[in-house]
């Protein structure tokens, strides 16, 4: 969903969730547009067409957890999903069942040599990956609040909310 060259991006989006203005929007340079609600952590792309092929392929290599929240808006003729972003210094991501979840943000962990060995990097024998996502030390918030955890790991800061 994070685009490091958006050709344009728009965040006074109404927010088909929560009413509020708080969807980004952005237009890549190859014309897909992806939309993220700041408020809930949904976001949708018009390759997610409602019956497009697309939605299918996404579907069928993604958690299922994600694939059971999914809400189809029909203004956009769009499926939203849960995000899961990953950047250098963790990943935030859903985690629990349809009735009962929460955003979780699991920091990347650089490991010792002792801890490393653990690791070994398939296909490279004698090779051990450096790093590793701490499940074990994740932080876990209510699926209320993603702006939080956004805010915790640094890609959001407070702004207003215009309802």
């Known amino acids: 969903m994070i685009d490091n060259n958006p050709k344009n991006v728009d965040t006074n989006e109404l927010s088909p969730f929560t009413g509020n203005m708080s969807v980004v929007k952005e237009i890549a340079e190859n014309g897909v547009e992806t939309r993220i609600c700041m408020d809930t952590g949904f976001t949708t792309s018009n390759e997610y067409t409602i019956g497009s092929d697309k939605v299918e392929e996404y579907e069928k290599t993604t958690a299922k957890l994600v694939k059971s929240l999914k809400h189809m808006d029909t203004n ?3 499926f939203w999903y849960p ?4 950047f250098s210094t963790g990943m ?3 985690e629990g069942n349809e009735e009962d979840w929460e955003w979780v943000y ?8 002792e801890e490393s060995k653990q690791y070994p990097i398939p296909g490279k024998p004698g090779e051990y990956y450096q790093t590793r996502l701490g499940v ?3 932080e876990r918030y209510s699926k209320s609040d ?8 640094g890609i959001a800061k407070e702004v207003e909310v215009n309802e």
């Open 83 to 86: 995000t899961t972003v990953m």
């Open 136 to 138: 074990d030390v994740s």
């Open 76 to 78: 956009l003729n769009q």
């Open 106 to 113: 699991s920091p990347i962990i650089t490991m010792n040599e």
């Open 146 to 153: 993603f702006r939080e955890v956004c805010k915790r790991v």
């Open 92 to 94: 935030i991501y859903p």
